[in-house]
Every structure is written in C-alpha cells, then in structure tokens.
C-alpha cells in the first residue's frame, strides 16, 4: 500500500477482500469486495498486469462501497489472478484473488452391444494414453530443464503444458521457455517437449501435460523444484558479509498471538518477472521445518505460519521479494502473549531410532492440575504405544515401536489450552514423512513428497493397498515424489510410501468444487380450467443446467405467508391441479423452481390465483375387526383431502363434537380421532355382546363401512384384576407376578410399550399358571409401566424405583476457611454413598470447573479445590446432596508482606571458624525462599547448610572463614532480608576463652501460639485455623 499525505484524506482501505473462486467452464463467475476512502477511490480490476475494460462476458457492478467483476460463461483461458485496485488522492491499495475455471465432467459413453477387444493402449484409435510421462526433478537456480512426454491415440492427439493450473504464456515470457513438438516413438501419437532456459526460484511447481483428441483427455503431471545454490564462503575471511536485506524504512506492523496458538503471515507480490521471495526472522533467513510452514496459497500469496507459537519465536518477521527490476520489504513484529498458568519445566525436543522409544517429560505448577497430550492436533489416549504416566507434578509421555510417521510435534496441554510444545525427530530410512493429510479441491493437483536418507533407492507407493501407477512417480537422489495431475473424488483415500519396513501414509482428501445451482424455469402461464381444476405451464431454464433436475411445484392460499410443496415432476410441459390438492376451499397462487444436485434456483410465480375446492375420495379404506373381549377396537381409514366426517354406530351417528362419548349410559364407550387425511373411531374394551356391530363414516363423496367381531379369549388373568402400583429403592429385588387361569399357557412381558428382552438385570420365569418379571437388583432406569400380555387379556403394573436418602456425614457445622493469596484451598464434603449426586454452589450459582476451580471425586468424598486462590474466589460455598446441604466460608486475603523479621538489615560480626546463623521468620510455614550472597544463589555444602523449620528459615555457616564474608539476602517474591557478615581472624576488643566459640543471629518477635493444617505445603484446608 502507497500512503499519501495525512491532509489529503484517508488512504483506500479494503473491508473484505474478494475470495477465490472456482467454477466449471461455462458457468458464472464473480468476485466481489468492499473498500473505504475519502475521497471515495477509482477502483479498476486487473489480470496480468493489464486493467481489464467491459465487454460482453465481463462487468464491473458496483453498489456504493461494493465492487465486483462478474465474469459469464467463464472459459480455461480465464483462469488466472484477478487484481482489484483502488486509487485516491491519499493513496492506492489493492486485494486479488484467483479465479480457476474446470473443466466439465466428460460424457458417459453409452454401453454398446457388443465390445470387441481393445488393442494396446495407444496402438489403435482411441482417446489419448500417456507412454511416457513428465519425470520430477529437482535442479539449481541457472539450470536448464526439460520435461518431455509421449502420448498414444487415435487420432493424433493435441498436447499443451499448464503451470500450477494457468497457461505457460500467463506465467512467463514467451523467451523465458520453448516448446519442441515431435512424435511417438513406435505408434500413433504426439510427444511435446517443454524446455525452461536458466530455471528461476518462482519456476518451482507443478507442470502437467494435457493431451486430448476427439475419443477423450488425459494428462500427466510432474514436480519441478528450483533450489538456491550454496552461498561460497567470501575469499577474504575478514571481509563482512552483505546485508540480507536493506534496512526498513518504515515501523512494522504488530501482530499478537497466544502462547501455543498459529501465527500466519501473508505476503502478496507483483512484479515481472516473478519475484523470487525469502522469509527472515530477526535478519536471519528461515527454512521450512516442523513447526514453520512456508507455501503458496490458491490466491498466490506467500504464507510464512508458525505453527504452535512458543516465547521464543517472537520476534520481526520479514518477506523480503527481489527480482531484475528492484527489492522490496514486509516486515511484522510478533509478540506471543505467554498465561498466568505456566508450566514449570517445558517439553525439550528429542531424537529416537525407528522400531524404538522416545520419552517426552514436563512438570505442572501443581500435582492435581489435569493434562492432555496431543501429536499436533490429534489427541493421545493412554494405550500400549503412547504410554502416559504422572508422578506428583512430573507428566512423562513415552512413545513406544517408533515409526517415521510418528515425526513430528507433540505437545502437553494444561486446562485453557495451556500448552509446552516438543519435536520428536525419528531417524530410519524416510528423513522427511508425508504430512498427516492432504485437503486438494477437486481437479486441482496433488503433490506429496518423501526425503530418504540414501540417494537411488526405489520406494513403493500405494493408495488404500493398490500401487499407483508409474507415470505419476518419480525419484531423484535422494527426494521422491507422487503428482496426481486434476484429482477427482476416485483419487481419495490412504496414500503410502513404502521402503523395506519403513512407511509413512498420508490421508488424501478430495473436496467438491462449489457448482452454481440450475437456473429458473421460463414462460410460466395459468390457464384456468373447468370442473375445479387449473393448468400451469412453463419451459425449461436457459441454459439447460449440466446435471440431472426437476420441477418444484408449491402452493400458497392468498392471505397466507406459507408456501406447501405441492409435487416433483422431471420434465416440463404442462400440468393439472385439481381440487383434490388443495386441504380446504379457497383461492390459491403457485409457483415452480428447478432443483438439482447443486442447490434450488429462484422460484417463478404463476401469474393470477386460482378458485379450488377439495373433494375427498377413498385412498384407505375401513376394513373389518376381530378382537378379544376386553379390549379396544380400532377402524380407520384415509382420505385423499382433509375434511369433516361422520361416524354411524349400527346406523346410529356419534357424537363427534367430544374427544370421548358413550352411545348410552352403561354402554360402549368410544372416542373420535383425526390427524391430518386419517380418521380414526376406538371402541373402548368391547363386550362379547357387541360382536356383530355395524361401523361406518361419511363425507361428501364417501361413504365406507366394516363389521366388529368379538373372538373369546382362551385365557383369563386370575390375579392381579388391576392395576398395580409398587415403589422400590435402588439394588431391591423386584418380583412382578401374574397368574393366568390355564396351565403353562405362554405370555409375553412389555415395558413402556416394547417387549421385554432377557438379560441379567431382567429375568423372565414361568412356573405353572404364574409369569414372573424379576429384577434381581432394580435401579432407576428400570422404573416404568409393565404389561403381561396373553391372548386378548393383559396385567399391568406400575414401578417405581427410587435411589435412597443421601446424608451429608462432613461437616456438620458451617466451616470457616481463612488463606492468603496463591494458596490452595480446598473444600472436602463427605456422603454416605459412593454414587450419590453431588453439586458445588457459590453465592447461590453453580460452580462449573475451570483454570481456576478443579472439582474431585474419590469414593463418599467430594472435593472442591482452588489451586492458587485470589481474593475474588472468596465467598460462600455450599455443597448440596439430596436435600442436604453443608456450608462453607471462603476468605481470601491479599499478603501485604511475607518476611515477619527482621525488618531491618542485620550485621553480624564473627571470628574465623565460629558457627554462624542467619534467620529469617515467615508468615507462611510453606513460603519457599531464596538465599543468595553478592547476587549470587549459595549452592548447599558441607560448609553452608539450608534449614527448614515450620516459619523459620536459617542459612547456617558451621566454620566461618574470612571469604565468607559479604551480603546475604534471603529473597521472597519481591521482598527479602539483608544480613551483612565479616569475619576477621580474632575480635580486636577481647580475648575469647571459649575454644569452639558459636555466633547465632536469630530474630523472632514473640511467641505467639499459631494453628497450621498438616496438609502439603501448597493446600490450605476448609476446617483449619
């Protein structure tokens, strides 16, 4: 971006960038982008360098800040990077995207009746078949390159060259490059030779070779990298190296970043020739490895991303471009926001032998923080090959049976995303591994490439188990490669590279090019006809679309927002709506679209309305009922419109008004349904004396009817003759019971309506007339409504199956917990039972788990644990069980100061080979501190003992001598204690008679009587004072 002057207005500023887009010949493509300015800019699109003007198939719409390119009936040779510029006079800027066009999906050919033998592929007529493919090389900045091919077919095929998708003359100069054609060698066909003269750092990519006939297209692709040559050493050793770059002449941008989060950093270049482009960390070049990704984009970018971003990669990040004509310079400066939480002692990167292991160790602030461990972004469960083990605050990963495709990052997480980041290097044959997956859009081409550690040796290379084929690898010393010119969906799957025992895989996916959906139908007309019906015509959309569609009719009845699908028809034409569609009488409007499998086109709307009423006809009929005595018999039937009906008993109408009605009192019960085009009548646990009935419906246009048969029931139920309601409490033993009045007559048992399977937790026995449901230990799950269901008569019961009371057992009284900042508090809550619910709530809300608050369970005991506590964690917490509660009070006091004494510098005077003590008193039993003497940390000797004891801490010299002297600190945090020593040979004043003399400086304040909790150092526990 250009910047003008500050009094001249703002410079143009984008506020969406326009996107790539992919299409397939012949369809729409548009881009689109919002950008700002004052005054507002000119803004002009560009390809290639030249500025683009309207024509036929290009626009350029604009909506105030909106702007686009709409490109129609897009060709091949459209394809390419699309450049929208914007200019004011404050400044200019500019955003581009790519646009790639695909071809269309080649017609299938019609199965003939006969097939004959096919000749060799390339010897007879035929599409195209490549005989010999383009070979990848890897070659010096300078160096010639040639890639040729060979292709087979009748008739004589027509072959070009593409680079990364565009056309040779887009890329380069046509003096950059030659193309020397020439023929098969031995059969019909065509060979085309591509010839690059002195290969540049921006010829690196992709080539593939089209060839295509009137029979059908292949093509073949290879990998062509151009490498910088070694730098040699200047031949005056003492003369400076030259600047990697000039230096910037302006400030970079800022750029900031969580700790173990990406970084990705985008640099767009134009020039001519392409410029040759280089990533620098703080002026030191950068190469691609684990952990930094260097690639191009789709929209021709140039992307540095630091992948899991650690302190140590902060830093300036520099893109610096070159090419004949100039240099140019981006610069950011990265800041890496590093957490509160931090791990004590981070991963370090390690080395291991393939077939071996490898063991991978941190250290957590704090033994009950939770952990993870992840391979990039896949998570390591605990198994056989990732073995995870924590001792105290120690978290240890050991990777077992080492492979190559175990290279790579790994990393242990913390709760907040908290993350120490570690490189594994596993060394065998394969020095560089395939990635873990490829994501390519369909016919774009997919490159994958292995590095082996010997030069000439020949790998395998396989797709789900089955070999490639060898006109898309190639080998060159010690680098190997794959191209899959164009993918298509076949080409997914699990791709290997195979050499002896080693192997690394690589996931292939395949992703659907974005197609634009059908467009709408044409000519739509209403006719209206007679006898309640309508006629709608239209045309087919124009153009026809590429795939298989059809035709969405719906309906809308005037004064409703609905529109209801009426029905799908394949071809157009004309069609009739008769009243039979439409659910009640009224005036209805239409409207038809087309639908295919890439999406719905806008809907065209039938001009006018439409007078329809419906008339129902019979589309399920009633159909006669045979039931036992006792139970509920149902008849129903369809219409094809929804309307009213009327109901008959034995020629008598039923009330249809009521839900539930009886024909008399004391009589059959019944009760009328209907939902939607069904009507339902149930008759209510029918007598044997009502066999025999007479049940019909009637509605405009119909009329149907059927007869009820009552069939006697070969069993009764003996017991229960109700229903029985039982209440349990949970690891009860349920018996339900139901004794028939026939001898091992077979019943079936349901719950809730499905039928009862056999399983230990549910045990079905049949003993003479009595059927038994056992639940040998009942649970809660198991409550709901049985049936025991024979011929015609059914038992039913009701269970309900409760847990027990839970009670609190501790504490029983409110507890009051007192701490200082950054202890750990934690809060234990004992039940009497394991498996009871237990709930945490502070100030009446909820407690959730987090960085901040970690959440136990062992057995009875519930723990709630502030692992560095700060004064807002204070409050009150209750711990809810059942219907009981136990209380607590959460203080938490910010410490003003950690030393108790002394409060002032200490001297201390000694003779050589006196003992001497330095004291220093704390607040806190569990404080760690620091001695140091002259600013640097003391080293425990037998000459120099630390003592530990409750608050106390003492520095004890057993035989002073005269080095000894000095300034001794005792550090906590930001505070610490000063004593000065000096030792001299003898006191001057006296003469001591004590032959082992001893100097102790201790300083303490009076005793005061002090209550600390026998937990670990770190924990302060609810219940201690």
């Known amino acids: ?83 929208c510029r914007a200019r004011n006079a404050a400044g200019e800027a500019y955003a581009a995207a790519a646009v790639t066009v695909l071809e269309p999906p ?34 010096l900045r300078g160096a010639e390159v040639v890639l040729e091919c060979q292709v087979g077919g009748l008739p004589a095929p027509t072959l070009y060259w593409e680079k990364d998708g565009m056309a040779l003359d887009e890329v380069w100069d046509s003096s950059h490059f030659s193309l020397e054609p020439g023929r098969a060698e031995g059969r019909p066909g065509a060979s085309l030779a591509l010839r690059i003269l002195a290969a540049r750092l921006p010829d690196s990519g992709v080539y593939v070779c089209h060839a295509r006939n009137a029979h059908g297209h292949a093509r073949a692709g290879a990998l062509l990298q151009v490498q910088q040559p070694p730098e040699s050493p200047p031949e005056d050793p003492d003369e400076a190296p030259n600047p990697v770059v000039e230096p910037l002449k302006c400030a970079p941008k800022t750029f900031w970043v969580n700790e173990g989060k990406h970084a990705k950093f985008r640099c767009y270049v134009m020039g001519k020739p392409e410029p040759e482009i280089e990533w620098l960390w703080e002026g030191h070049p950068l190469l691609p490895d684990r952990r930094r990704l260097m690639y191009r984009d789709r929209d021709g970018g140039f992307v540095l991303k630091v992948l899991y971003c650690q302190a140590k990669d902060r830093g300036l990040y520099v893109c610096a471009a070159r090419n004949s004509a100039g240099q140019t310079l981006s610069a950011v400066q990265l800041h ?153 969906r076949e080409d ?60 969405r009719l719906e309906r809308q009845e005037v004064g409703s927002e609905d529109w209801i699908q009426c029905f799908s028809i394949e071809k157009a034409g004309a069609v009739e709506v008769p009243g039979d569609c439409v659910p009640s009488e009224g005036d209805y409007r239409f409207r038809v679209c087309t639908v295919s499998e890439h999406g719905r086109s806008s809907h065209v709307v039938f001009h006018g309305s439409a007078h329809l009423v419906p008339t ?124 028939l009045s026939r001898v091992d007559f077979p019943a079936s048992w349901y719950k809730d309506g499905q039928k009862v399977e056999e399983s230990e937790s549910l045990v079905v026995k049949m003993d003479g007339r009595k059927h038994r449901l056992i639940m040998p230990e009942a649970q809660v799950q198991d409550s709901g409504e049985f049936e025991c269901r024979t011929e015609g008569v059914s038992a039913f019961f009701s269970v309900s199956v ?44 909820e407690v959730e788990e987090s960085d901040f608050v970690v959440l136990e369970n062992e057995g009875p005991h519930h723990r709630l644990v502030l692992p560095a506590a700060q004064p807002p964690d204070g409050g009150e917490f209750q711990c809810v069980a059942g219907d009981e509660r136990a209380y607590f009070t959460v203080t938490i006091t910010d410490v003003s100061s950690w030393i108790v004494y002394p409060s002032g510098k200490v001297y201390v005077a000694a003779v050589r080979l006196e003992r001497v003590v330095l004291t220093c008193e704390l607040c806190r039993p569990w404080a760690e501190v620091r001695w140091t003497k002259d600013g640097e940390e003391v080293v425990e000797s037998p000459a120099l003992l630390l003592q530990k004891e409750d608050t106390v801490r003492r520095l004890v010299l057993p035989a002073v001598q005269l080095e000894d002297s000095g300034e001794y600190l005792c550090e906590i945090d930001d505070e610490s204690a000063s004593f000065t020593v000096t030792v001299t040979e003898s006191y001057q004043s006296q003469d001591s008679s004590n032959n082992n003399p001893e100097l102790c400086v201790l300083l303490k304040k009076p005793k005061t009587r002090r209550l600390w909790s026998r937990f670990p150092p770190w924990r302060r526990t609810a219940g201690a004072e």
């Open 1 to 83: 971006m250009k910047a003008g002057s500050g009094d001249q207005g703002s410079p143009p500023c984008f506020l969406r960038f326009p996107r790539p887009v992919r299409v397939v010949s012949g369809a729409e493509a548009e881009l689109k982008c919002v950008v700002l300015g004052e005054p507002p800019p000119i803004v002009v699109w560009e390809k290639g360098g030249q500025q683009l003007a309207a024509s036929e198939r290009l626009s350029f719409p604009a909506d105030g800040a909106e702007h686009g390119l709409l490109l129609s009936g897009a060709l091949p040779t459209d394809a390419g990077v699309y450049v």
């Open 106 to 139: 080649a017609p299938e050919r019609e199965p003939q009746p006969a097939e004959r033998p096919r000749p060799p592929p390339g010897a007879g007529e035929g599409a195209p078949v490549f005989l010999t493919g383009p070979r990848s090389q890897w070659v």
């Open 336 to 488: 890496v926001k590093e957490p509160r939480l931090r791990f004590t002692r981070p991963l370090q990167d390690v080395e291991g032998r393939e077939h071996g292991i490898v063991v991978l160790e941190c250290k957590v602030p704090n033994s009950r923080i939770p952990t993870a461990w992840f391979r990039e972004d896949q998570r390591l469960l605990p198994c056989r090959k990732y073995e995870q083990i924590e001792e105290g605050t120690v978290r240890r990963l050991i990777i077992h049976r080492l492979k190559a495709d175990d290279d790579g990052v790994y990393l242990c997480e913390m709760r907040g995303r908290v993350r120490t980041v570690a490189n594994v290097t596993v060394k065998g044959p394969i020095l560089k591994r395939l990635p873990r997956k490829l994501d390519v859009f369909e016919g774009e081409n997919a490159v994958l490439l292995v590095e082996t550690r010997e030069a000439g040796v020949e790998g395998r290379w396989s797709r789900d188990g089955e070999d490639l084929p060898a006109t898309c690898q190639s080998s060159s010393g010690h680098m190997h490669a794959l191209v899959l010119p164009g993918v298509t």
């Open 492 to 551: 997914a799957g699990e791709v290997t590279f195979s050499l002896g025992n080693s192997r690394t895989t690589t996931l292939l996916r395949v992703k659907c090019v974005k197609h634009n959906p059908p467009g709408p139908p044409v000519l739509a007309e209403m006719f209206k006809g007679h006898r309640n019906t309508v006629l709608l015509t239209w045309k087919p959309p124009e153009p026809a679309p590429e795939t298989p569609f059809i035709y």
């Open 616 to 739: 129902a006809r019979l589309v399920a009929g009633l159909d006669d009922v045979q039931v036992y005595d006792g139970e509920d018999a149902v008849f129903s039937l369809d219409l094809s419109t929804i309307i009213q009906g009327s109901w008959f008993l034995n020629g008598e109408e039923l009330k249809s008004n009521e839900p539930e009605g009886q024909v008399e009192p004391g009589a059959l019960r019944y009760r009328v349904e209907q939902k939607g085009l069904q009507h339902r009548l149930i008759l209510q646990a029918v007598k044997h004396q009502d066999s025999g009935a007479l049940v019909g419906f009637s509605c405009p246009g119909v009329q149907d009817s059927a007869a009820l048969t009552i069939q006697e029931s070969p069993v009764h139920i003996l017991s229960p003759q109700d229903k029985v309601s039982l209440t349990f409490t949970t690891s009860e033993r349920v018996v339900l019971t139901c004794e």
């Open 802 to 845: 409760q847990d027990p009371p839970v009670h609190i057992l501790d504490p029983r009284e409110h507890v009051f917990v007192h701490a200082i900042t950054s202890e750990c508090v934690m809060l234990t809550c004992e039940v009497d039972r394991e498996d009871a619910p237990v709930h945490w709530y502070k100030d009446g809300q």
